[in-house]
Every structure is written in structure tokens, then in C-alpha cells.
């Protein structure tokens, strides 16, 4: 009897629990004006940077095999650092005391890429602006499942992901203007700089405190039936939407998906510098291009969401983002001009899919999470793809660079690494989950 003198019992672990969560939801709501300028500011901020990594690197003189590692840090550590940071943040339940962190860590990495011309520092740079994507990444969306309800949240990633793309388009045409009135062979340091502020006045839009102390959050334990309900109805539901089973299963397929799709990555610098030689305000044009057309598909992503399964969407979408590489390995035969216009096209074809992937994916893992495990199964998701893409961009690119040195033609090496990618994604998507009647819904 004497060990369970003074432990709470589950009536009151619930109004613990409850309570904090009340706080929690009070201190969000004061914040939400401040809360959609924070996720401007970060969009805004990576269309102005994150899109040009890769192709910055290259224009210092990075060989091909840094630009495989590049793109696969910058993928592998915003997504395998997200269970810590997911988990901290669902432990503590302040989501923007974790926001401010990780975007003062992203100022940190901006600057230093736009103080430095050394491809191996401009790496580093962008380790460190990865461990800062990666608190931003999997708090944030913990937030947005917090507040919005099962039937809402596809909607609200929909919201949010329509805002973030026309903060992203808006960042990539700044950069664009940027290096248009710039010298000729200037980078995209300039973007870096901006890119850091913006970030910088997202972090202070944030505020030093919130509109209710921290301290307030923390419970006293009562067998009081608390007042306040949070704001979703389903919050303490004990079995998600979709079930274990089908979770794995996804994210089994996810992740193999991701490692062949990670192989073509380091290629499309290639592609466009070196072998069709565009310059730095055709790189724009093309990253606008993929982003505007997937601006215009995203709003229609949560109707279809309610009429079809969101995994049978996901699959579909694979199978048509397949072709992707199949269409790059074209661009590489053909002439600069017919070659470019081409990659235009094909940002214009496939921001249909794109769009898809962009709400269902994160609609699939908030109606697989759990109580108290929002934020983490989020990190856990992204870290599985991080891993697939960092194991996939560094041998592909490493492997690229090894060819090239043995004097292999660089036309031969994009067309077969393409076409692999192509086969490859195709059987992935095709054999890699079916869908199970236990999951409803994305939206019921």
C-alpha cells in the first residue's frame, strides 16, 4: 500500500493532462495572427535559399560527389533529428518556445552561406540550417493537429500549404530579380542574406513571451472536473483513424519510394548547368514554374481527399511523379533551348501530383497518430525519409563522380541514372502497399 501512497489515479493523470492542454490552447489562440506572419516568413525564407542550395554550391566549384552529400544532408537532418525535437515538444507542450529555437538556428546556417565561397563551409552551413528545419518541421505541424479537428485538418494543411507556396514563389521571384541585377556569375549569396532576415523577423513576430506565461501551463493535480475543452474533438481518442497495420505499411512504401526518387536529386544541377548550360535566371524560372503550378492544384487536394482514400491518391500520384525522370532523361538528348523548355513543361504536368502528395502524405500521418505522440510520429515519418535520402543522393552522386573521373560521358551517365530512377520508382509505387478497409477516410 505504502508504494502508491500519493500516485495519481487515471481521473486525475486525465485532468492533468486536460489542463495542460487547456493552457497549451489558450497561449495558441492569443498567438494565431502572429503564428500564420511566422509561417509567411519561413516559406518566404526558402524560396529565397533552401531551392538554390545544390545549385549555389556548384557555381563555387563543389564537385558532384559534395553535391550528392549536400542534397542528402540537406534531406537526411531535417528529417531524422524529428522525433527528438517532435517528442521534446509533445512532452512540454510548448510548441513556440521550439519555434524560436529553430528558426534562431536557421538564421545562423543562412548567414554563414552567404558570408563564405568555400564549397566545403557552405556544406557545413547547410548541416547547420538543417538541425534548424528539423525542430521548425515536426512542432509545427503538432501545432496544426493540435488545434484543427480530424475533418478540418486536411483543409487546414491545404490553408496553410497554399500560404507557404505563394510565400515560396514569392522568395524564388526576389532571388530571381536579385541575381537578374547582379554581375555576371554572381550566386545566390544575396538571396542567403535576405533569406536569414526575413527569417530573423519571423522569429521576433513570435515575440520574446506569449500572451500567457509558461509557467501557467503546469498543472495541479485535482480530481476537479476541468471546464475548458480542447479545441479537437477527437484528442483523446485512444485508436487512430488509420491503423497500425496500414501505418506500417506505409511507411515502409514511403521511405523506399523516397530513397529511389533521392537518386536523380544531385542530376538536375547537372542537367541544367552542365550539360544544357542555363544560367542562373533559367534555374528561376524553372523552380517558380513547379511551384506555381503546384499553388494552383493544392486547393483542390481536400475535395478529392473527401471522395477517395487518401493512400489510393498517394499511389496514383507516385505512379505519374514516376515519369519525372523518364522526361529528365529527354531534356538531356535534346539542344539547351528545346531541352529547357521541356523542363518547363514537365514543371507545368506535374504540380498536379505534387500537389497531392503535398496534403496527403501529412493528412495520412495525423490520422495515424495517437494521443500524445502527434509531433513525434510526424519526426518519426520524416526520419525514415530522410535516411532513404541520404543514402540514395550520396551513392548516386558519389558513384556520378567516380564515373565522370574514369572519362565516361556525362550524357550517358544522366540517361541511365533517369531511366533506373524511373524503373525503380514505377515498382515501388505499383508493389508497394495496398490499402486496407480498416483506414477510412482521410477527412471523415
Known sequence: MAE?????????????????????????????????????????????????????LR??????????????????????LQPIWGKASDRTQRRLVWLRLGTGILVIG?????????????????????????????????????????????QAFARFGQIGLMANVAGSAIAGIIVSFGAAGQ???????????????????????????????????????????????????????????????YLRSQWSYILVMSTIWPLVPLTMLDRLNLSNLHVVAFVITGQVSTLIWQPHVPAMLEREHSLRLIRRARLAIALIPLSYAAC???????????MILIQVVYGHPVAVMNIASPTVVSAASPPQERARRFGVHNAGIGVAALIGSTVAGVTIDVLLRQGLSLTTLLVGVYL??????????????????EAKPATA
Not at 7 to 27: F, Y
Not at 62 to 75: F, I, K, N, P, Y
Not at 124 to 149: C, E, K, Q
Not at 420 to 437: H, I, L, P, Y
Request: overall charge positive; some cysteine; hydrophobic content about 50%.
Open 420 to 437: 533506373f530512377s524511373t524503373f525503380a520508382r514505377c515498382a515501388v509505387a505499383w508493389f508497394g502497399f495496398a490499402v486496407r478497409e
Open 4 to 56: 502508491h501512497q500519493g500516485a495519481a489515479t487515471p481521473l486525475e493523470r486525465g485532468s492533468v493532462h486536460l489542463r495542460n492542454h487547456a493552457a497549451t490552447v489558450e497561449e495558441v489562440e492569443g498567438e494565431r495572427p502572429r503564428l500564420g506572419l511566422f509561417q509567411t516568413s519561413q516559406q518566404l525564407s526558402g524560396g529565397l535559399s533552401t531551392n538554390f542550395f545544390a545549385y549555389h
Open 332 to 342: 538531356s538528348l535534346w539542344p539547351a533551348w528545346w531541352g529547357f523548355w521541356l
Open 110 to 154: 543562412l548567414g554563414l552561406m552567404a558570408l563564405t565561397d568555400n564549397p566545403r563551409l557552405m556544406v557545413f552551413a547547410v548541416v547547420i540550417h538543417a538541425v534548424g528545419l528539423s525542430m521548425v518541421v515536426p512542432v509545427w505541424n503538432g501545432l496544426v493537429t493540435d488545434i484543427y479537428r480530424e475533418s478540418e485538418r486536411a
Open 59 to 80: 557555381l563555387i566549384g563543389g564537385s558532384v560527389a559534395m553535391l550528392g552529400v549536400l542534397t542528402a544532408l540537406a534531406h537526411v537532418i531535417p528529417n531524422i
Open 187 to 249: 550566386t545566390f549569396a544575396r538571396g542567403f542574406a535576405l533569406a536569414a532576415i526575413v527569417n530573423l523577423i519571423g522569429m521576433l513576430v513570435l515575440g520574446g513571451r506569449t500572451a500567457r506565461s509558461n509557467s501557467s501551463a503546469v498543472a495541479s493535480i485535482t480530481t476537479k472536473a476541468t471546464v475548458a475543452l480542447p479545441p479537437s474533438a477527437d484528442l483523446h481518442l485512444e485508436h487512430p483513424i488509420i491503423g497500425q497495420r496500414t501505418w506500417k505499411g
